[in-house]
């Protein structure tokens, strides 16, 4: 049985990518479902050609508020890079084009929307960079995190080196590369790397469902420029970051989404927003 199988009780439209992704919508919500969970989700080019497509999808539909990310099954997020796809044959200069053009996990910077990773099992290699590229990441309390390439001879070849330093630090980060260590769902909340566990390993999805929900249920023109402002801040001189933050709270105080929350607050109900 899938821990993570939608809840029976939600109106839930299925649309599938391919053989590796699958595309659920329900209540203002969209997810991104990894559907291999007989490799636990290990990447192969089907993820790395149907999540940039399901992410596009999903951001451009005007009915979804939030993105959320799940593997299937009962192992794991995603395990990293599928063993059986590697080229030991390539040479260096290969090697460096194909992955030029794969660099499938950057389309989640392209988002507009919240995007969420709701993590449960093993969420090792290129499985924890999707998930550093999210918004937020959800973990079950049995999550088990790593990024373990230089076992292998290797260094993380998706963002690791670049987006771990960025969420926990450098120093923890460094630690981490290094180590190859595996965090427990509780030390990656200690460090930063997640910020909310669920109660209870089978109510991952209803509590992150209902985490999002409430993100949802926020005024969506809002909810776009404070991700677009909190995420300039890492790219950004303090200034350049202050001046965008003031040129979008200045775009927002006249929205009708704005005069409907004074409205409401007034009238002592709950606002009702359209993004406009």
Known sequence: MDRLAPN????????????AV?????????????TRPGQINAINDDIRHGVPQALREL???????????????ERGFCAGADIKEKRATETAIEVRRRMQGARW?????????PVIAAVHGYCMGGGLELALACDIRYAAPDAVF????????????????????????????????LTGERLSAGAARDIGLVTRIASESGTLQDEVRAFALRIA??????????????RSAGELELKQGLDLELDLFAMLKPSEDAREAA???SEKRPPHFTGR
């Open 22 to 34: 699958s595309i659920e919508r329900e209540e203002g919500l969209g997810w991104v479902v990894l």
């Open 146 to 177: 790593s990024l373990p390439e230089t076992a292998l001879g290797l260094i993380p070849g998706g963002g690791g080196t670049q987006r771990l330093a960025r969420v926990v630090g450098p120093g923890r980060a460094m630690d981490l590369l």
């Open 8 to 19: 029976d009780t939600a109106a839930l439209h299925t649309t599938v990518v391919n053989d």
């Open 217 to 230: 249920a926020r005024a969506p023109a809002a909810t776009l420029s404070v991700k677009r402002a909190a």
């Open 59 to 73: 951001d451009a539909d005007p009915a979804i508020r939030v993105i959320l990310i799940r593997g299937a099954g």
């Open 263 to 265: 409205l409401a607050f």
């Open 105 to 113: 996990i950057e389309a989640i910077d392209a988002v507009q929307k």
